[in-house]
């Protein structure tokens, strides 16, 4: 098919995410990836600056990964997981708690990062449910963004995502996103719902807040206190990690930063490297405990089709062979080390408000006369900007972010910065 059709085919017969109907710009046709590289149908080549929505680790269609994932698909491509079981989940199960904390030791298998985070919620609810006791509400930060469907929505901040469902949604207690200045008042606020409002759990986004909070960033040690405080009142405390896991934020999962430990882990995009969905629920013993019983109403009644897809799990084994090789732990140190003195380079540049970094993740915050938040213009100004130069970058609002696979070269990393640059003088 030529160019022109398939663009044709795909406004006759798709509905694309996220994507304003009635102004929808004809999309770009991938036809091939490799590398940190995209190419289109007319050969054009763009550096993926975004790892295709946070997913990608070590690059696209890459070759290892590949050929785990073939040798997966010719032997056991899927099979149900209820009742049986299969080497790969069991491999990866035990690979994975090695890289966490000594307290986890339960995996529960889904398929994308808001049924993980519906597992989480699930799991926490029911475990006071099962002990009879009325710990019904969970806290949650301002902007977050947890998923969209029912449950992640509703942990998530209310905006223009879900105005259409907010009678739909379940109340939460919100609070403020901890800072030197409000950390004080954030404590009182937390032990007031703890005495006062039947918190069961506290789910958060750690260090970073993403889609929601638009790369905000947030001290560990005030994270570290928050959660001592829920764990001194026995609150469950639920990390989620679909966006900060696996080396993105310079150490393997973002709360290897702190002290105090959650109960609940929350995992999905980059854990099978970006090539299939899979996601995943880690909980501490004593969770898994509560739904030890003679009492089959104390059963977790959860699951889905796709459940711990043994080609999924074949990725993600794949992909932690990578991610424990020593090249992957260079290329990440050398990613936040170019962060680091761009962020010093430019954050003195007039257009700049202000700029955000933590491990391979960097954001700029653009002066706008605009209001800020998703709906601001700037954003498509700069993603047709990006595009033209050959990167895909797709700014959250008016914050510009880079958040490469792992595999990016210097070279190109330099060339968005230096595109950056030039975005910043010429076209703000
Ligand atoms: C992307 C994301 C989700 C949702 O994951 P999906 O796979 O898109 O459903 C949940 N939490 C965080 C922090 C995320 O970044």
Redesign the pocket.
């Given at each position: 098919m030529d160019s022109s059709n398939w663009q044709k085919k795909d406004l006759q017969y798709v509905w694309h995410p996220f994507t304003h109907l009635k102004y929808a710009e004809t999309p770009i046709n991938i036809v091939r990836s490799e590398g940190s590289y995209y190419f289109d149908e007319n050969g054009n080549k763009y550096i993926d600056g975004i790892s295709s929505?946070?997913v990608n680790l070590h690059g696209h269609s890459h070759p290892y990964i590949a050929q785990k994932v073939y040798e997966q698909l010719t032997t056991n491509a899927h099979s149900i997981f209820s009742g049986f079981t299969h080497p790969r989940a069991i491999e990866f199960s035990e690979r994975l708690l090695n890289h966490l904390p000594k307290s986890f030791s339960k995996v529960f298998f889904s398929d994308?990062?808001?049924?993980?985070?519906e597992v989480a919620l699930k799991m926490a609810l029911q475990f006071w449910h099962n002990q009879n006791k009325t710990k019904t509400k969970i806290i949650a930060f301002e902007n977050a963004?947890?998923?969209?469907?029912f449950g992640?929505m509703s942990v998530g901040e209310r905006n223009v995502f879900t105005s259409a469902f907010s009678p739909l949604l379940f109340d939460v207690l919100r609070l403020p996103v901890p800072t030197k200045e409000n950390i004080d008042e954030v404590k009182q606020q937390l032990n007031q719902f703890i005495q006062s409002e039947n918190a069961g759990a506290f789910i958060f986004?750690p260090l970073i807040l993403?889609?929601g909070g638009s790369m905000q960033m947030y001290d560990v040690a005030l994270l570290d206190e928050l959660i001592f405080i829920c764990k001194q009142h026995k609150v469950i405390t639920i990390a989620?990690?679909?966006?900060?896991g696996f080396y993105r934020t310079g150490k393997f999962f973002a709360t290897d930063y702190l002290e105090n430990k959650p109960d609940i882990i929350?995992l999905?995009?980059g854990i099978t490297g970006g090539v299939m969905?899979l996601?995943v629920t880690v909980c501490a013993q004593f969770i898994y405990d509560a739904y030890i019983s003679e009492d089959k109403h104390k059963t977790f009644f959860h699951g889905h089709s796709y459940t711990a897809n043994p080609t999924a799990c074949a990725a993600a084994l794949a992909s932690m062979d990578l991610l424990e090789g020593e090249e992957t732990l260079k290329n990440i140190q050398q990613i936040s080390l170019s962060h680091l003195s761009f962020k010093e380079k430019i954050k003195s540049y007039p257009k700049v408000l202000s700029v955000r970094n933590l491990g391979t993740i960097i954001a700029i915050e653009i002066k706008t006369t605009e209001e800020g938040g998703y709906l601001n213009n700037l954003a498509e100004k700069i993603s047709t900007y990006f595009i033209q130069k050959g990167i895909l970058l797709r700014p959250l609002g008016n914050v510009l972010y880079i958040l490469p696979p792992y595999c990016v070269s210097q070279s190109d990393l330099t060339y968005i910065y230096t595109c950056i640059e030039t975005f910043l003088d010429k076209e703000v």
């Open positions: 929505w946070w994308n990062g808001s049924t993980s985070v963004y947890h998923g969209d469907t992640s986004e993403g889609a989620d990690e679909v966006m900060t929350c999905s995009k969905p996601g």
